[in-house]
């Protein structure tokens, strides 16, 4: 039987409530994840919540069978061939029948007007962002109707999950973790940074979709290695040919997309026996990460797991190879904008949240080494949707 997450749509309607929007109108891929738990695949897809009553989504024909009734009402239509005639006055159609059955004519509403950073749909390769001609059709088919930018607002709401989405999130992880375990088993001299991406690639794809129901699987990942290589890991550099050599760290970044969901991990390993000082750094890398998740916590500033991490790395001899955040949330998204843990950020972490955990540093001459896990606030403290790493 189909379970509907209940507890994250009440939840949005009274935010919805407190915010005096009568109804969402959305077409990003993440915020139709968030209010069907469908994923598109092309990004054409439109959904309509009212804030009473079930929300409307309107889709290719050719995506019917990956949407789910029990979530909202269901309207299929033609998209991309010959037959199907153009697709913004079937939009038109759609959204004046949806206007005229909800009784929107003089509601407020909200759209998706402000998300500069977006996550893909299925289909990445050729990602559909509404702009211009979107607004315009939004304007003219919502004339009586109060339009506004509901971004901070949805970006908001989203970032406290329920327990449906952290189900969710442990599955992407899980799925996630099968490719990080290939490179643990597999990783070797010779391979090139390239090889080793797409090994980890190849084993989600392959063995992802299935797993605990998981449908659509993607990965990405980016690989650095050695003591020049693995230092680029303070941003997310491209994999290149570089081959790794004996002794060599390696670092794995991570993105994995399961059904909507986000998992983001990093992990770093030796390319045969690490030396004493590779062990050194990474356990204080470790250590200051596990310092860090102690903070998740309700109520505590956002900027706690920062500081905590930056502390163990100060006392361990590197905080000054520690030079970017601590990490960011992580759902529907593969970077989220709340929680941010940053030195001095505001806010305050609430049950439910989720957030990537990775305090790393980069040596010149010695190389990179980042651990990042993904970590949930619980009730009474942090509770990891991934494995917790072990010392070396």
């Not at 209010?35 to 009553?53: K, N």
């Not at 983001?264 to 390993?269: E, N, Q, R, V």
């Not at 942090?382 to 494995?387: K, N």
Request: proline share 5%; aromatic share 8%.
């Amino acid at each position: 039987m189909t379970r509907v997450d209940n507890v994250r749509l009440n939840r949005l309607r009274e935010e919805m409530k407190s915010a005096k929007l009568d109804a969402l109108i959305c077409r990003l891929s993440e915020n139709v994840v968030y209010l069907t738990d469908y994923w598109p695949h092309h990004g054409f897809s439109v959904v309509v919540l009212p804030r009473e009553g079930r929300a409307r989504l309107f889709v290719p024909e050719v995506e019917r069978e990956y949407t789910d009734d029990a979530w909202c009402d269901i309207t299929p239509f033609g998209w991309g061939l010959l037959k199907d005639g153009d697709l913004y006055a079937n939009y038109r159609t759609l959204l004046s029948r949806a206007r005229d059955e909800l009784r929107l004519g003089g509601a407020r509403i909200g759209v998706e007007r402000s998300f500069e950073v977006i996550a893909s749909t299925y289909r990445s390769a050729e990602p559909v962002v509404p702009a211009l001609p979107w607004a315009t059709l939004l304007t003219e088919v919502f004339s009586g109707a109060e339009v506004i930018d509901a971004t901070d607002f949805l970006q908001t709401v989203r970032s406290v999950k329920s327990e449906y989405e952290l189900g969710k999130l442990r599955v992407a992880n899980e799925i996630a973790e099968m490719g990080m375990r290939e490179f643990l088993t597999h990783i070797k001299p010779g391979l090139s940074e390239a090889q080793v991406g797409a090994m980890v690639e190849a084993k989600i794809r392959a063995d992802g979709p299935g797993h605990k129901g998981a449908r659509l699987v993607r990965a990405m990942a980016e690989v650095g290695t050695g003591p020049v290589g693995s230092t680029k890991g303070t941003l997310l550099v491209p994999s290149t040919t570089r081959r790794v050599e004996a002794g060599d760290i390696v670092m794995v970044e991570l993105a994995t997309q399961v059904d909507g969901y986000w998992s983001d991990l990093t992990y770093c390993a030796v390319a045969g026996t690490p030396t004493a000082r590779q062990r050194e750094v990474y356990n204080a890398v470790l250590a200051a990460q596990q310092a860090a998740a102690r903070e998740l916590r309700p109520g505590a500033s956002f900027s706690d797991p920062d500081t905590a991490a930056r502390k163990v790395l100060k006392q361990a001899g590197l905080g000054q190879y520690f030079v970017h955040i601590t990490g960011h949330g992580v759902g529907l998204r593969y970077h989220e904008f709340i929680p941010f843990f940053a030195p001095g950020a505001s806010g305050k972490l609430r049950q439910g949240m989720v957030a990537s955990v990775e305090p790393g540093v980069y040596i010149e001459g010695f190389g990179g080494i980042r651990i990042e896990d993904n970590v949930a606030v619980g009730a009474n403290g942090p509770d990891f949707l991934s494995t917790p790493r072990q010392p070396l």
